[in-house]
C-alpha cells in the first residue's frame, strides 16, 4: 500500500502530469477564448433578435437558433472526427494539442452561444427600456447596459464552459491531443499504471473544482445587487 | 405659499398628442391600447393620467418618448414630431424627456454616481463636465455622500432618487413617470413627490405623471386627464375634474373621494319637497368664498350641516359638506341652482341607499 503511495509521487509520474496539465491548460483556455469570440455575438444576437428586443427578426433567429441547436446535439467525438479535413486546413496537421484547439472551439461555440443567450435574458427588460428612454442607441444599450448588467452571470458561464472543456480535452486527448486525457489513456488505460490514472484523475477533479470556484469568486466579485 | 399654477404654467403646450391610436397584435387577439387619443400639456405644468389598470396609462406615456410606437397620430415633444424622427434624431430628442420607472429600472452593476453618469456618457458629454454635473444632481436630489453606493444598497426611495436625477441628466424638456411612487411606501411617496414637485418648479420641467393613488393627482398635478379603454374621456384642471367629474370613468375612480362620508352620521331623514340631502364639494375659489352664509342671507332656506371634512388639494383647501336643505320647494330648488351657479359640486344623496349603508355599518 505504502509502495502504491509513493509511485504516485515519483519525480517521472510528476513531470509527466505537469506537462499534462499544462497542455490541458493550454487547450481549455485558447478554445475557451475563441469560443467565446465567436459565442458571446451569437448569443447577443440570438437574444436581441427576438420579438421586443433591440432588433426583432424573426428570421436570423430562427436560423440561428436552428444552427445553434445541430451543433450541440453533435456528440463531441463524431464531430472531432468530421471536422477533421477543416482542422487540417486551419492548422496543417489534425494531431497534437494546437490540432484539438479547432474540435474544442467549434464544440464550444454553440454552448457558449446558448450560455450567453440565458444570462442576456436574465437582465431585466426594464433596464433596456431606461437605457433607450435616455437616448442610447441599441449597441449602447447592449455594449453599456445588457452585457455589463449581465456580467457576473456571463462568468459563471464561462466557468460551466470552462469544465466541459476539460472534459472534452479529455477525449480529444484520446486522439492523439495530448494533456490529461492523453496521459490517463495511453499509461492508464492502455499500460494498466494504475498510479497514472488515480494521479491524472485527481488532478482533474482539482482542475475543475478551481476552475468552478474561480468563475464563482469573480462573478462574487462583479455582482453588486446584493450585499 | 402663493404658488398658484398659473404663474408656472404657459398656455404654449410641450406635449401635443392628436389622434394617437395603437393596437397590440393582430385579429382575434388584438388589443386596442390607445383609441383616438388628444391631448396637450402645457409648458411647465404636472400633467396626471388616471385610469383603471389596462385603460391604456403606460401606452400612453410611452408612446411619447416613442418606446411604443404609435399606429397613426401624431406626437409632437418641444415641437418636435417624434414619429418622424430618424433613429438618431430620436436618440437625440430622447435626451430631452426623462422617464422614471415604478421598479426604478437602475443599472445594479453601476453605483450611484454611475447610473446618474449613464445619460451623459450616452449623450458623449466629456468625463469632467459629467464629474460637475452629477454631483449637482447628487446634491439636487438629496442623496450626498451616497454616490458610492449600490442600488442594492438603497432604499426604495433614495432608488427612485437616483432614478429621477438619472432622468434630469440631460436637463429634459419633459419628465415621464409612470406610477414613479407605486412600489414606495406612504412616507416615502410624499417625500419623492415632494421633490418632483420642487424640482418642477425650480427647473421648469413638464412632469408627465402615471398614478393609481388619487391623493398624489390631487395634492401635485395641475391638470390630469381620466382614461378609459384606450381613451382620453376627461381631461381639464385637477380641481374641476374632482369637483366635477363629468365622465362616468372619472366618477368611478374618484369615488372614494367623494362618497367617504359616514352613513351613520346622517340622521333618519326622508327626501321630500321640502328637505333635499346633498353632498357638496368646495373646491378652488369656491371652498374660501362664504357661500353657505350668502346662501342663507338671499334664499330662503335653512342649511342643516351634518357632516363636513376638509382636504387638501395642490395645497389649496377642498372641502365637503352633507346639507340637509330644509325649505318651501321653490326655495330648495333656487338654493341647488344659486349653488351651481357658485361653482359647488351638488351631489343629490340618495336616502334608500345612505339607509341600507347605515344598516350595514351598524351591523358589523
Ligand atoms: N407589449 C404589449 N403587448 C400586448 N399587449 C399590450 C402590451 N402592452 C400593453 N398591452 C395591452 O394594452 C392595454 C393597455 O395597457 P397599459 O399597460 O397601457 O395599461 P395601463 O393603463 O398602464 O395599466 P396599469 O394601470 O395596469 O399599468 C392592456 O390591455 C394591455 O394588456
Ligand atoms: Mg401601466
Known amino acids: 500500500m505504502t509502495e502504491f503511495i509513493q509511485s504516485l509521487f515519483t519525480p517521472m509520474l510528476t513531470q509527466l502530469l505537469l506537462q499534462g496539465l499544462l497542455e490541458t491548460l493550454y487547450m481549455v483556455g485558447v478554445s475557451l477564448v475563441l469560443a467565446y469570440v465567436f459565442g458571446l455575438p451569437l448569443g447577443v444576437i440570438l437574444v436581441v433578435t427576438e420579438p421586443d428586443h433591440l432588433w426583432p427578426n424573426k428570421v436570423i433567429n430562427r436560423i440561428l437558433s436552428a444552427v445553434v441547436n445541430i451543433g450541440r446535439s453533435l456528440p463531441f467525438i463524431i464531430l472531432m472526427v468530421a471536422i477533421i479535413p477543416f482542422t487540417r486546413a486551419i492548422v496543417g496537421t489534425s494531431i497534437g494539442t494546437t490540432a484539438a484547439i479547432v474540435p474544442l472551439t467549434v464544440a464550444a461555440v454553440p454552448f457558449v452561444a446558448r450560455m450567453v443567450q440565458s444570462s442576456l435574458k436574465e437582465v431585466d427588460h426594464g433596464v433596456i427600456d431606461a437605457a433607450l428612454a435616455m437616448g442610447a442607441s441599441s449597441w449602447q444599450t447592449i455594449m453599456r447596459a445588457l452585457l455589463p448588467e449581465a456580467l457576473p452571470s456571463l462568468f459563471l458561464g464561462a466557468a460551466v464552459t470552462a469544465v466541459n472543456l476539460v472534459g472534452y480535452s479529455a477525449m480529444a486527448g484520446a486522439i492523439g491531443g495530448g494533456g490529461l486525457g492523453d496521459l490517463a489513456i495511453r499509461f492508464g488505460y492502455q499500460r494498466f499504471q494504475t498510479n497514472v490514472m488515480v494521479m491524472t484523475v485527481l488532478v482533474l477533479i482539482i482542475l475543475v473544482q478551481a476552475m468552478q470556484l474561480i468563475g464563482e469568486w469573480v462573478a462574487r466579485r462583479l455582482d453588486h445587487r446584493s450585499r | ?364
Open chain 2, 1 to 364: 405659499m402663493n404658488t398658484n399654477t398659473a404663474s408656472t404654467t404657459s398656455s404654449r403646450p410641450i406635449v401635443r398628442l392628436t389622434d394617437v391610436n395603437k393596437t397590440f397584435g393582430t385579429g382575434k387577439d388584438s388589443v386596442s391600447a390607445l383609441r383616438n387619443v388628444s391631448l396637450s400639456v402645457p409648458q411647465g405644468a404636472i400633467y396626471g393620467v388616471i385610469g383603471l389598470s389596462g385603460a391604456g396609462k403606460s401606452t400612453l406615456i410611452r408612446c411619447i418618448n416613442m418606446l411604443e410606437r404609435p399606429d397613426s397620430g401624431s406626437i409632437a415633444v418641444a415641437g418636435r414630431e417624434m414619429t418622424r424622427l430618424s433613429g438618431h434624431e430620436l436618440m437625440v430628442a430622447r435626451r430631452r424627456i426623462g422617464m422614471i420607472f415604478q421598479h426604478f429600472n437602475l443599472l445594479n452593476s453601476r453605483n450611484v454616481y454611475g447610473n446618474i453618469a449613464f445619460p451623459l456618457e450616452i449623450a458623449g458629454v466629456p468625463k469632467a463636465k459629467i464629474k460637475a454635473r452629477v454631483e449637482e444632481l447628487i446634491e439636487l436630489v438629496g442623496l450626498n455622500g451616497r454616490a458610492k453606493a449600490y442600488p442594492a444598497q438603497l432604499s426604495g426611495g433614495q432608488k427612485q432618487r437616483v432614478g429621477i436625477a438619472r432622468a434630469l441628466a440631460n436637463e429634459p424638456d419633459v419628465l415621464l413617470s409612470d406610477e414613479a411612487t407605486s412600489a414606495l411606501d406612504p412616507e416615502t411617496t410624499i417625500q419623492v413627490l415632494q421633490l418632483i414637485r420642487d424640482i418642477n418648479r425650480r427647473t421648469g420641467v413638464t412632469v408627465v405623471m402615471i398614478t393609481h393613488e388619487m391623493n398624489v393627482i390631487r395634492e401635485i398635478c395641475d391638470q390630469v386627464a381620466v382614461m378609459n379603454d384606450g381613451s382620453v374621456v376627461e381631461a381639464g384642471a385637477t380641481a374641476d375634474v374632482f369637483s366635477r367629474p363629468q365622465s362616468s370613468a372619472a366618477r368611478r375612480l374618484l369615488r372614494s373621494q367623494f362618497e367617504s362620508t359616514p352613513a351613520t352620521v346622517i340622521p333618519d331623514l326622508t327626501n321630500s319637497d321640502h328637505h333635499k340631502l346633498v353632498k357638496l364639494s368646495f373646491a378652488g375659489a369656491s371652498a374660501s368664498a362664504p357661500i353657505i352664509a350668502e346662501l342663507i342671507r338671499s334664499i330662503a332656506v335653512t342649511p342643516n350641516i351634518l357632516y363636513g371634512r376638509i382636504d387638501r388639494m395642490q395645497g389649496q383647501p377642498w372641502g365637503t359638506l352633507v346639507v340637509d336643505l330644509a325649505g318651501e320647494p321653490e326655495a330648495v330648488k333656487e338654493a341647488l341652482k344659486y349653488l351651481e351657479r357658485r361653482e359647488v359640486h351638488v351631489i343629490e344623496l340618495d336616502v334608500t341607499a345612505i339607509e341600507q349603508a347605515k344598516e350595514s355599518e351598524q351591523n358589523d
